[in-house]
């Protein structure tokens, strides 16, 4: 069964773009969480969608949207950046309704760079 | 306000000892916790977890405690491996349709 998959792995934008990452969960999967990693800041929680819609929003400004395809596939979109969104980008899907019953299954990341 | 806190950024232990991480909350609600350990340039990948109406869970060298009362959960490695050398990320959630809280993360250093 194929993993979770983030695309692209790696990009730079300078402040004021506007970014798009994508995620493919795993096969059957149709809960997908997206979370920002820092250095020292651990991992923090974006949004999560199931089913095409959102069912859980983390503490970060409306530049940060996402949103579902009915393929359980996601994206997410960062707009007029900052250097502070430079960060890595996780993705985790799961089978359950909510993240937080079982385990999350995380893609490799999307690393951005703002300059 | 941090509700899952890993106070110690990093830890080093010689191979074949015994490696403690520690981890607090503070949201007493929590109800299921979870470990997940994470090498560079990989995502996180989950270890073990454990349910609020235990104490002890174990899974081969890998043995997580709860401590209600104190708020507290820890993970025991026995042995240690270097190839255990790694990112590990306390993870708590709170209630049915809570997300997974997760903390900063240690740094474990397992030495030859």
């Known amino acids: 069964k194929a993993g979770v998959t983030q695309t692209p792995r790696y990009l730079i934008k300078t402040r004021g773009q506007q970014v798009t990452l994508s995620c493919s969960p795993i096969s059957g999967h149709r809960s997908v969480s997206w979370y920002q990693q820092t250095p020292g800041q651990g991992l923090q929680f974006l949004f999560e969608y199931f089913s095409e819609t959102q069912r859980n929003k983390g503490n970060f400004p409306g530049r940060f949207s996402g949103r579902q395809f009915s393929n359980s596939r996601s994206e997410m979109n960062v707009s007029t950046l900052e250097l502070g969104d430079s960060a890595l980008y996780l993705c985790?899907?799961?089978?359950?309704?909510?993240?937080?019953?079982?385990?999350?299954?995380f893609g490799e990341g999307s690393r951005l760079t703002v300059l | 306000d941090q509700q899952v806190k890993q106070n110690s950024p990093s830890l080093s232990v010689q191979e074949g000892r015994i490696s403690i991480l520690n981890c607090d909350y503070t949201?007493?609600?929590?109800?299921?916790f979870l470990w997940y350990k994470k090498y560079p340039a990989e995502g996180p990948t989950f270890l073990i977890s454990i349910s609020s109406i235990k104490d002890k869970n174990e899974d081969g060298r890998f043995t997580v405690f709860l401590n209600k009362s104190a708020k507290h959960l820890s993970l025991h490695i026995v042995p240690s491996q270097p190839g255990d050398s790694a990112v590990y990320f306390c993870?708590?959630?709170?209630?049915?349709?809570?997300?997974?809280?997760f903390g900063k993360g240690t740094k474990l250093s397992v030495k030859p």
């Open positions: 949201n007493s609600m929590f109800d299921y």
């Open positions: 985790a899907s799961h089978e359950s309704l909510v993240s937080g019953a079982g385990e999350l299954f």
């Open positions: 993870a708590a959630r709170g209630g049915s349709q809570g997300n997974l809280i």
